[in-house]
């Protein structure tokens, strides 16, 4: 079975650019969760979608991040404009009812 | 409040010991769920083991076993055997209710490294 894949693995961009991940769940999995994770902070849960509809974004940093589900097996997580601060590694995972959440292996953004 | 507790920064085990690595907890909940995942230095976080608040046996997924003490709220994690190969960072994570929203807390994590 395919796990999370994300993608790109690797995003070099420079301060002021948009900057989209992306994020295909394992299928079935009605669960989606955008992490972030920093040597400051550790792993920070950004939002979480449930049926493609987000529950809870409380831990969205500002207005310049957004993150969408448009369908079961497809979400974006958006970064506009990009600044120094959001460098780190962003994580996507899903999950199923009492089933654990699978990463995917991680994108790892740095805004120059 | 903090809710989930790993006091070890970082672990030394030589190769084919056990080691264990701490998480406590804090819930009010009767039901919850505790998670253990690893992240190697590779950066992928891999799921390893499980258990259940009601779960009365302690779980085991081959060298990895859970040591979960209820009343404590801990929940350790042993790793019979080390292998090389085990070096990585060690995150316990719990899922509370509702259940339907299958968010989970991690911990700061513990980084074992494993020498020969």
């Known amino acids: 079975d395919a796990g999370v894949i994300q993608s790109p693995r690797h995003e070099v961009t420079e301060m002021g650019q948009e900057v989209t991940l992306r994020c295909k769940p394992i299928s079935g999995h009605d669960y989606l969760f955008w992490y972030r994770q920093t040597m400051m902070r550790g792993l920070e849960l950004l939002i979480y979608?449930?049926?493609?509809?987000?529950?809870?974004d409380s831990g969205m940093p500002e207005d310049r991040f957004s993150a969408k589900m448009p369908n079961a097996s497809f979400s974006t997580l958006k970064i506009q404009p990009s600044e120094p601060r959001d460098s780190a590694v962003y994580f996507c995972?899903?999950?199923?009812?009492?089933?654990?959440?699978?990463f995917g292996d991680g994108t790892r953004l740095s805004i120059l | 409040a903090q809710k989930i507790t790993q006091t070890q920064p970082g672990m030394f085990v030589q190769e084919k010991e056990a080691v264990t690595l701490d998480c406590t907890y804090d819930t009010s909940d009767q039901s919850y769920g505790l998670f253990w995942y690893k992240q190697p230095s590779s950066g992928e976080m891999i799921f390893l083991i499980y258990?259940?608040?009601?779960?009365?046996q302690n779980a085991t997924e081959g060298r990895y076993s859970l040591n979960f003490q209820k009343a404590r709220k801990s929940a350790n994690l042993v790793i019979s055997a080390s292998q090389l190969g085990d070096s990585a960072m060690y995150f316990c994570?719990?899922?509370?209710?509702?259940?339907?929203?299958?968010?989970?807390?991690f911990g700061t994590g513990t980084r074992l490294q494993v020498f020969p």
């Open positions: 258990q259940g608040s009601y779960d009365e």
């Open positions: 979608f449930n049926n493609n509809v987000p529950i809870d």
């Open positions: 995972a899903s999950s199923s009812g009492d089933q654990p959440q699978h």
């Open positions: 994570a719990m899922r509370e209710p509702p259940y339907n929203t299958d968010k989970l807390i």
